[in-house]
Structure formats: C-alpha cells, structure tokens
C-alpha cells in the first residue's frame, strides 16, 4: 500500500465519476421501458446496503486493503487465491469497459479507426495517470468532475431550451407492473453500475478521515443515482420508448435533438466528451485497483512497476474478450451479470462480512 | 509512488552524483588549501600590499592610497578600494580628509592607531575588523573600503558602497493600471529596502549569503517570521545551500537549480520584478529569494492559478477582478487549444460545424494545397519566428517586422492561397490570447504545448485533444513546489482558500490566508470587516425610520 491519503470529498468525487462514468451512455434497464429511472433509483438503494456491506468490512480493518484481510479472514491459502480472483475481477472488468468505450468511439465518431488504436490512446494515458497514484488519480479526478459538472448543467439547459422534452412520454409509469421492474433492479441496474462499487473496498483504506467515509460514499450514490435516473428520464421524454429502444446510445440521440437559434446543433462532442472522461475514470480506477492488489498480493514493493504490464493486460483482453460488439453485449447481459457480479458484488462480500464478525465477536468476548 | 523507471534512473544519478561529490570535495579542498596559503594578514603593510597586487593580478580599477600618520614616529596606514564600486565621495569625505586631519595624533603603534581611527576617525555607519584575506578580498569586492595599518595585523573594513546604479523604473514586464509605479533595480540593497519600505514591520525577516563559488553573488532570503510555516523555510535554506554552481548571473540560474521537478514546461517558482508582488505574497506566507544583478526575485512555493493573477486583481473591485480573472481562463484555453480545435473541427468532425459556417470554410479552404494541421503549423511557426524577431531587433526597425509581418501572414499567404483565411483568424486570437496570461514562462510553456495538442489533434480529432487534456491535468496535478501541491486549492480542494482562485472575494471577506503555504497565523483580518452604509440615509434601515427627521 503506498503512503499516500485522500479526502473524503476526493472519494465522494471518484465514486461519483466511477458510478455515472460508462452507464451514462449506456442503455440501462432498457426492458421496463418508461420506468428505467425507477429502476435506477430502485437499484441505488439496493447500492446503498451493498455499500453498507463493503464499508462494514472496511471498519473491521480500516488500515489494510481487502486483498489482505481476506487472508485474516480465510487463511492464507483460500485468501490468496480469493485475492486473486477479486484482481482478475477488476481486470476484466476494466477490459469490458475499455472495450464498450472503445466501441462506442469508434461506432459515432471514428469508423474507420481499428478498435486496438483507439483503446490503447485511452491505456496510455490511463497507465500515465496510475503510475503517479492514488493522490493525482483523485486530483485529476476532482478537476474532471467540475468539467464534468459544467458540461451536465450546460446540456441540461441546452436540452431544455430546445424544447424537446415531452413529459408525456413517461406515461405510463410501471407498464409492465412492479414485478417487472424489480426483476430488473435485481437482475440489473444493481449490479451495473452501483455494485461495482465493491472496488472502493481497495480505495477506502486511503481515506485520511475513517469516519467519514459512510457519508462520503452514500452521498455519492444518492447523486450519481439521481443523475442517471435523470438522464434516463430525460431520454425517454426526449426520444419516447420507440425511438429509445432502437437507439444504440440513448444520450447521444437525445444529445443530436438540441437545435437552438439554428446555430447551436450536433452537439456531439458534449457525448464525446462525456464519454471520454467517464471512461478515463472508470478504467482508471479499476486499472489502479488491479495494480496495488497485485502488488499486495505479491508482495512488489514499488506498485507502479506492475502499471505497465498489467495496461497491456488489459488492453490485449479488452480486443480478444468478444469477437464482436454484438457477443460483447450478449456476454455482459446473460453471463457476467449472473456468474461474475452476483458473486463478487453480492455473495461473497455478505460472507466476508459475517466471518468477519464472528471472529471479531470472538475476539471482544476474549 | 515513484516508478520503476525513475528508481533506477535515481541510482546511477546518485552514483554520479557521489563521484561528483567527491570531485567537488576535493576541488574544494584544493581551492581553499590555495587561499589558506594566504592565510591571515601580515603585521607588515609592504607585504600585504604586494599579496594585494598579486591576488588581483595588479588591475587598475583595484586603487591603494598610502597615507602618514601619526604625530610621534609617523606610521604609514594604505586605503584599497575598488573603482566603480564605492561612492568615491564618501571614501574621500569620511576616510580620507577625516585620517588627514588627524594626523598629529599621538600613538605607538600599528594597534594603537588601528583603534584609534576605528573609534574616533572613522565618520560612518558600518565598519568591522578583518583579519584574514579571504574576508579581505571579499569585503573589498563587494564594494567597502579597506584600511591596512603597518605593524598591525587586523584590518578594517568600512562600508561604502556605492557607484553607478540603474534608478527605481516602471516595471517593464508586469504593468498594472493602478498600484505602485516601482519595479526592482539590479542592486539587492536597494530592492530589499523597496520591500521593507511597504511592510514597517521587524518581523521581516532577512537570511544573506554568498552562492557561487567564483561570483560570490549576494542572495538573500526573505520571509514574514510568524505567517511562514517553519518547514518552507528550511526546505528553501537546504536547497540554496546545496547548490554548487561556479556563477550565480540571474535568478534563473537558482530557480533551475532549486524546483521541485525538472520534467516539466511548467514553471514551479514564480518570479516577479514589482515590490507590491513580493510583499503581497510574503504576507501570504511566501518566501521570497533575491539575487544581486537582476530584478527578478524568485517566489516560493508557487501554485498554478498563481500564475494568472495580477496584483491589480488585488487592487480593484472584487467583481471586475473576478471577471477578469474569468476572462484570463478563457483566453488559457484558448491559446492552449485553439489551432487544435480548429484542425480536430475541419479535419474529423466537419459534421459539428454549423452548416453555413461549414460551407464558408470548404470554400476558403478549397484552395489551399495543405492540410488543415500543416497549415497550422506554418502560420503557428511563423508567428513564433516573428514574436521572437520582435524581442531581439533593435527598437529602431521595431514598425519594420510589425509592417512585414502584418503583411506577409494577413494578406501575401492568404492572397496567395498558402492558407485559409480562416487560420489567419484563429492563429491571430490564439497569438493575443497567449499574450493575455499574465505570466510570461507560463505563457511559453503553454505556447509548447499548443504544438502537442495540434498534433493530437491532427491524428486522433477531438478524442485526441481530450486525452492530451486529461494528460495534461494529470500531469499538472502531480507537481509540486517546495511540497505544495501546484494544483492547490483548485485540487486537493481548499474551500476556505478557494475564494482566491479564478475567483477573488472582497477584502472584507477574504480571511484566510493559503492554508498548504503559510500555516501559522491562517487569519488575515478581524471579524465583520463589511462596511455598511449610515444607517439612517438607506429606505430598508430599521432604525431611521423619521426618528431623526
């Protein structure tokens, strides 16, 4: 672990930009039509126990990454390897993601551009940024997410004063019915993007200020839920449900809708921007994550030294994870939600939490 | 986290610098064995003349005034002084009309004499006892005159320094509409004193010493004991005093020697040529390094937004100096991203362009042979070439190049079909706004960058210039200045500190001092500093109602 500390308004910073980073552009929960934003907002208080979890962990061992007291936890050898499970984890994941970006790049803006260029740009800068640690990622995050901010309001308003929003569109609410929409929740605006929070669980032992770190993450997730539950809301009254489920990039359709004073149109670079920086974000993050339990895990002394190899990692899996975008998507939505982040978001860390509090009750009563 | 790379790097460097270490120990050693030859003053006055003539090589300007004195056996007392360095007027008035027209005092000896004229003779300030000709040698070359009596083996040195000087000018570099006129000169007594003339305060505290091993310059050290945090200090003393360097000739010398990180355009220490600037930054708990022969006077820790703010900011109203301090924002993007954009724009996403304007563009850029970055780039490289031509002419054909310069990039190269119209427009805006930053290395260091971005955005559009952004503030968020995050207090974010970012809040709001700099005495000024009108004349005042009419 290296010496080095964040503040929470850092943290509340890096969950915010991780969280709405990539499932902005995405379509989420795209099944129950007009009621995406309840399900996003549904699956944000599911975030919000998930987090308890992790940050119920994190108070048993407030000064240690969760690589390590996985060994406290289940002895060495079963530690080790659920160590590296989570590594492999986060890795794959910072691959898929890397690949939806790249994809989602090279679909709008550069046709003819080959997936590899544009993803190993992003590593590049990426492994840049990770090499400095923890403290610039959060800095360069903390800046980011004012531009961020910036480009949110300003669209807002561009949106809004083009008059595009028809509320009508939101109508009816729960059309499928509640079952429905809590199959969606649990089956997926849970888990992406609010359960994968379970990677601040490797970011938390930097905070400088333990205690604030309940307040500090549930705040992020009650704005990042209701920005994404906003967006969602916005882009169905933008689109209506049947422009909306044709759509591959929701926010860019509704982004191409603006058009004031026959001067300001095709904004797309606000969707490129965005894009961009939630990537940057996200990838980075689960990038920084994969470093340093590695290095825990095997004992490497100078954590940047894996940066490197473990960005190519990363990139050479981002190109062979699918064959193409289609098998990506299909992948993400039927295996990797059900045998991937159900475990290690849900399953998993609820064990961790009650071993943990068992020894640690053993331990009090001695 | 340091890396890898720079680990090993970091080894081979300390290696060289240990032989280094050594070579200097030893240089060291056989330079002072050399002067320790000369050791401390003889007791006979021919002798040390001649150790005078030979040191300095019998120059001219090095002059020797033998005088008598004495009523009893007259003893022969010699004046050295350096021409140009001393005020002629005060070593003729003080020293030697006052020793000739005492010579009848009655005395024995060399040691009688040299007291004697130490404490009854000598009509001025500042004089002291030297013994030993390192001291000697030094004293004289900075400017005071020596007095070395026969039979004694002390000297004394008495101060009177003077000579040609340029006056207190305007500053030429960082001018304000309101606020002092003054700007330092190139003596370090002078400018000293023009900062303790603004802050009448005895804990202005003031750290001389001598860098260089051949030019001995005078560099001085100052601070606001009390407000500077102690560690600021101390890490600035541990730097300067590491520095081996055979000439210190500006303060560029020390600030190279001195930053934090090498590996970057980005200059990590501020300098400045105004006194107001230095005293401002001294109270916000800076410390300020002056250095002899130049005007420029380091300032450290420096931080980013430092280098868009003026002390005019300070001067004028809070709203008219946030504004412009918005405007310098905007004018930091655009000279860092202009050209870029414009090449990203017409070169990738000519769709993001608005229709009309589009066509306008085509139709400009349908005769220029080049691509959009090449075109870039000549007219970038051509202002460049003449902004530097600017600065080296002789001020006589100054309206020649503005002349030719107007004529061959606005009109020739467009007549001509080499570039569109268009890039004339967007390199001139992008040339004013560099120009609008208030600091000059940033401005350069932005200028080189430019470069990079258009080259970012030749090959990769938009997504290119967003990665050299994102690039560029990690980058920028990993330095540092003597500790400091250079990034603070926009990131780590410092709210109490952030009403003097882009930002500038009133005076009578603005009650803390940078937090990361100065830590001792955080508060500026007292509570509820607002000033409110008379109660009575205002038509909402609670109290006035008629009760006075």
Known sequence: MEQAKISAYQLFVLIVMFTVGSALMLPLASEVKQSAWLAILLGMGGGFLLYLIYHGLYQYYPNILPTEYVQKLLGKTFGRVLGFIYILYFMYLAARVLRDFGEMLLTFAYEDTPLFIANALLIIVIVYTVRKGIEVIARTGELLFVLAGLLAISGLILIIASGVIDTANLKPVLEKGLGALLKTTATQTLYVPFGEVVVFAMILPYLNKSEKAKRAGLLALTLSGVTLALVAAINISVLGVSLLSRSQFPLLSSIQMIQIAGFLERLDVYFMLTLIIGGFCKIGIYTYVAIIGTADLFNIKESSQLSFPIGLIILLLSIIIASNFSEHIQEGLQIVTLYILFPMQVIIPVLLLVIAFFKNRKKNNN | ?549
């Open chain 2, 1 to 549: 986290m340091p890396s890898f790379f720079k680990r090993h790097k970091r080894k081979k460097i300390d290696k060289v610098h240990n032989n280094k270490k050594e070579q200097t120990k030893k240089e060291d050693s056989k330079e002072n064995s050399s002067q320790n030859a000369a050791g401390p003053l003889n007791r006979s006055l021919a002798a040390n003349l001649e150790v005078i003539k030979q040191k300095t090589g019998s120059s001219p300007d090095v002059i020797i005034r033998r005088l008598m004195v004495g009523g009893g056996p007259p003893v022969e007392i010699a004046i050295g002084y350096v021409e140009g360095l001393v005020e002629e007027q005060s070593v003729n008035d003080f020293l030697i009309k006052s020793i000739l027209n005492n010579d009848d005092i009655e005395v024995k000896n060399g040691e009688e004499i040299l007291n004697k004229i130490e404490k009854d003779i000598i009509a001025l300030g500042s004089i002291e006892r030297v013994n030993d000709w390192e001291k000697l040698f030094q004293s004289m070359l900075s400017g005071k005159t020596i007095i070395l009596i026969d039979g004694s083996s002390e000297a004394i040195s008495a101060n009177t320094r003077g000579g040609e000087k340029r006056s207190i000018l305007e500053p030429s570099t960082q001018n304000t509409i309101r606020g002092s006129r003054e700007s330092f000169t190139e003596a370090i007594g002078t400018n000293i004193a023009l900062v303790r003339r603004i802050i009448n305060n005895p804990n202005l505290w003031i750290e001389p010493r001598k860098l260089g091993t051949i030019t001995q310059t005078d560099v001085s050290v100052m601070y606001i004991n009390g407000i500077v945090k102690d560690e600021i200090v101390e890490e600035v003393r541990k730097r300067l005093d590491n520095i081996k360097l055979d000439s210190i000739l500006e303060s560029g010398y020390i600030e190279q020697m001195i930053q934090d990180q090498t590996m970057t355009t980005f200059p990590t220490i501020f300098h400045t040529e105004r006194p107001d600037m230095v005293a401002g930054n001294l109270l916000e708990g800076r410390v300020a390094i002056f250095i002899n022969g130049t005007p420029f006077v380091l300032l450290a820790p420096a931080v980013f937004i430092q280098f868009f703010q003026t002390p005019e900011d300070y001067y004028i109203r809070s709203d008219i100096a946030t504004a412009t301090r918005f405007l310098r924002v905007i004018t930091f993007f655009i000279s860092l991203m202009g050209p870029a954009i414009y090449v990203a724009a017409t070169t990738f996403h000519q769709e993001m362009i608005p229709t009309q304007f589009l066509l306008i563009i085509a139709a400009q850029r349908d005769v220029v042979p080049f691509p959009a970055f090449v075109e870039a780039l000549i007219m970038e490289v051509t202002f460049e070439i003449l902004r530097e031509a600017g600065i080296r002419m002789p001020k006589i054909i100054g309206p020649t190049i503005s002349i030719v310069g107007a004529l061959v990039i606005g009109q020739a190269s467009v007549q001509a079909g080499i570039v569109s119209p268009a890039m004339v427009i967007v390199v001139s805006i992008t040339a004013i706004a560099s120009f609008a930053t208030p600091s000059f290395p940033m401005a350069i260091s932005i200028r080189l960058i430019r470069f990079l971005f258009m080259l970012c955005a030749a090959t990769f559009g938009f997504y290119g210039i967003v990665l050299a952004f994102i690039t560029l503030l990690a980058h920028l968020c990993g330095l540092r200045s003597f500790g400091v995050p250079y990034m603070s207090p926009l990131t780590p974010f410092i709210p109490e500190n952030a009403g003097d970012t882009i930002f500038r809040r009133p005076w009578w709001d603005l009650r803390e001092r940078p937090r990361l700099i100065g830590s001792k005495n955080t508060v500026r000024k007292g509570n509820n500093q607002k000033p409110e009108p008379p109660a009575a004349r205002e038509m909402s005042s609670r109290k006035g109602d008629g009760d006075e009419i």
